[in-house]
Each structure stands twice: as C-alpha cells, then as structure tokens.
C-alpha cells in the first residue's frame, strides 16, 4: 500500500504558471504518472516519469509542462507554464506499478 497526496492547485489565469506535487507515504521503485481529468471528459495521460528519469508526454504538452522527481523525498513534480482555460480540470497522481495507486486530485482553474 501507497499513500499519495498532491498539492499545489489553485486558480491561474491564462498564461501563468503552477508546480504540482505528490508526495507518496513510502519510497516508490515504479514509474510515476500525472493525469488530469476535466468536467464530462475522460481521464487522460499527462507525463509520466520512470524512476531512472525516462519521460514521456502527452502532446497536448507541447512543451510547457515538465515532471519531474525527487527520489529522496518520495516526490513527483508537475511544473505547467503558459496554463490554459483548456487545462482546467483536476489533476491526479498515480504509481504506475502493481495495482495502480491514486492520489486524490488536485484542482487547478485556469480563468481571467
């Protein structure tokens, strides 16, 4: 069993930034994923991040997100730039190994 907390949601507006965390509750071997899921939309990918630092992204991406990791904190980062009203949704973390463990979202707004 894992725990998984993010944080570092919040209301932006258009073109601002935001750095998500997740912190797990013990040290994690399996690649860490960030997904978002916005009103009456699936869920959907956003990067994910081996332990290694092998990463992958989504292309709605395009280069202003980066993940990130910190091994001895047992933390994945999300840093999103140049935030818009279309990323507004409820980010999630998930430990890509086993069963799949979820954090319980983070809400981020992005409205003027």
């Known amino acids: 069993q894992v725990q998984l907390v993010e944080s570092g949601g919040g209301l932006v507006q258009p073109g601002g930034s935001l750095r998500l965390s997740c912190a797990a509750s013990r040290t994690i071997f399996g690649p860490m994923s960030w997904y978002r899921q916005a009103p009456e939309k699936q869920r959907e990918l956003v990067a994910s991040?081996?332990?290694?630092?092998?990463?992958n992204y989504a292309d709605f991406v395009k280069g202003r997100f980066t993940i990130s990791r910190d091994n001895a904190k047992n933390t994945v980062y999300l840093q999103m730039n140049s935030l818009e009203p279309e990323d507004t949704a409820v980010y999630y973390c998930k430990l890509e190994s086993g069963v799949g463990y979820w954090g319980q979202g983070t809400r981020v707004t992005v409205s003027s």
């Open positions: 991040i081996a332990r290694g630092g092998s990463i």
